[in-house]
């Protein structure tokens, strides 16, 4: 067959992803921490964009009477005092010169989180202009505060500040902790000729060094606290229906500075092409921030509607739910919605709840009647369990009995995998549980 050049006119659909639309899908699926992150960023990297100013006006779910308290709780919990404020008091209360505290508690903040000193004494020094008498000495009241081994510079310095407060810091000890290599390198007999001792003394006195704490500071350590704040505030409105209202102060408030824009109308074309581009990439920022509001708070109402008795009376009303079928309703890709309930939270009457918390998988009914949540089953699993009486523990098979008399077809190894997912122990180990207890 011979071959020659021929010219054919194909038709055919692609999606091309631009960047602002995959802008928009980035934005969309942000929870409002990263979104505050990156219109932060991109204030900073585009001068036409700045934030607007605060809304006098009160947040949507506070004006309701829900929601006011999610963050007041925790304005008022008492603060853990961490290991700089417990060596700040002690060193307070000691007994030197203004100038030796001053110094100690310079050191005080140059600790790492363990307890260590390890920036050398001369950068130390040099940064807070202190003299080689007054370092020390200020080293010395910090190493003397609890707990033992704070300030140390290195393990070795650590162990013997606790073996000294335990006045276990012979001649011996020395020897060993000088020689801390040979033991982690199993050379035990070289190590117990170095320090004069037996091998039972030598077995003693590892097992002293084992018992000690080779990073102090760290018992001090506060856990940071991510505090969940609500994208959504639902509340009962006087008409006995539900408001669904977005938290406007999750959401940034960005402005496009037009007058900054204009003074570069008549500046070379260079210019005016860079303000162009910013000015397009702003206006794409401000459109896509508003359409992924709208987008929140059309999903969240559905949710809403498809749960209204769950708001009612609690979990044990939550209904079946997809992705797919809340995509339907509201006319959007399903992915979309995957997108939107990622990372963002409801608050209501049974608290502060991910959006991911009301779609689940349906259980069938023994009737043909309405499905069962599979979120509602695990609730009634665990109110089941919670009833039983004294040292008596129901088996899944007896559960699953039970479920049935309430019209919830499911089987066995669903209310094993159900409870076990939820932390709950089977039978045989919770009767032995509780028999323990009856004899104790």
């Known amino acids: 067959m011979a071959l020659s050049p021929r010219i054919e006119i194909r038709q055919n659909q692609t999606l091309v992803m631009t960047p602002q639309l995959r802008q928009a899908i980035k934005l969309l699926r942000m929870s409002n921490l990263e979104l505050a992150d990156y219109v932060a960023g991109e204030i900073e990297k585009n001068p036409l964009l700045e934030m607007a100013p605060p809304s006098a006006a009160p947040a949507p779910g506070r004006a309701l009477g829900v929601g006011g308290g999610d963050l007041g709780a925790f304005d008022t919990m008492a603060a853990e005092i961490g290991l700089r404020g417990h060596l700040r008091e002690q060193v307070g209360a000691m007994r030197a010169s203004a100038e030796t505290r001053e110094a100690a508690l310079i050191l005080i903040d140059e600790l790492e989180d363990d307890g260590y000193l390890r920036a050398p004494a001369e950068e130390v020094r040099a940064r807070h202009r202190l003299t080689a008498a007054e370092f020390n000495r200020g080293l010395v009241l910090v190493q003397a505060c609890d707990p033992a081994g704070i300030g140390a510079r290195n393990l070795r310095e650590c162990l013997a500040l606790q073996l000294r407060e335990l006045d276990r810091l012979d001649p011996a000890m020395l020897a060993l902790l000088e020689n801390l290599s040979l ?42 606290v991510q505090v969940a704040i609500p994208d959504v505030y639902v509340a009962r409105t006087s008409a006995g229906g539900w408001a669904v209202e977005l938290n406007t102060e999750t959401l940034p408030r960005v402005l496009m500075n037009n007058v900054y824009k204009a003074r570069f109308a008549g500046k070379d074309s260079a210019a005016r092409a860079y303000i162009s581009e910013c000015s397009a990439s702003a206006s794409w920022l401000v459109r896509s921030l508003e359409q992924r509001a709208r987008t929140i708070l059309r999903v969240a109402s559905e949710i809403v509607l498809h749960q209204e008795r769950f708001f009612e009376t609690g979990v044990g009303e939550l209904r079946p739910l997809t992705q797919r079928a809340v995509a339907d309703r509201l006319g959007l890709h399903e992915s979309t919605v995957s997108r939107v309930i990622a990372g963002k939270y409801l608050s209501c009457a049974h608290g502060n709840l991910k959006l991911r918390y009301f779609f689940s998988a349906a259980i069938r009914s023994m009737e043909g009647g309405a499905e069962f949540s599979a979120t509602a089953v695990q609730e009634r699993i665990r109110q089941v369990i919670q009833a039983e009486a004294g040292s008596r523990a129901l088996s899944d098979d007896k559960i699953v009995a039970i479920l049935k008399d309430s019209g919830i077809d499911i089987a066995r190894r669903t209310v094993a995998k159900y409870r076990e997912g939820m932390g709950i122990l089977s039978s045989v180990e919770r009767r032995r549980l509780k028999t323990g207890f009856a004899k104790a």
């Open 183 to 224: 033991a982690a390198a199993g050379r035990l007999v070289e190590l117990r000729a170095i320090c004069g001792v037996d091998a039972a003394d030598m077995t003693d006195m590892l097992a002293e060094l084992r018992a000690l704490d080779p990073k102090p500071g760290l018992r001090f350590a506060v856990e940071q």
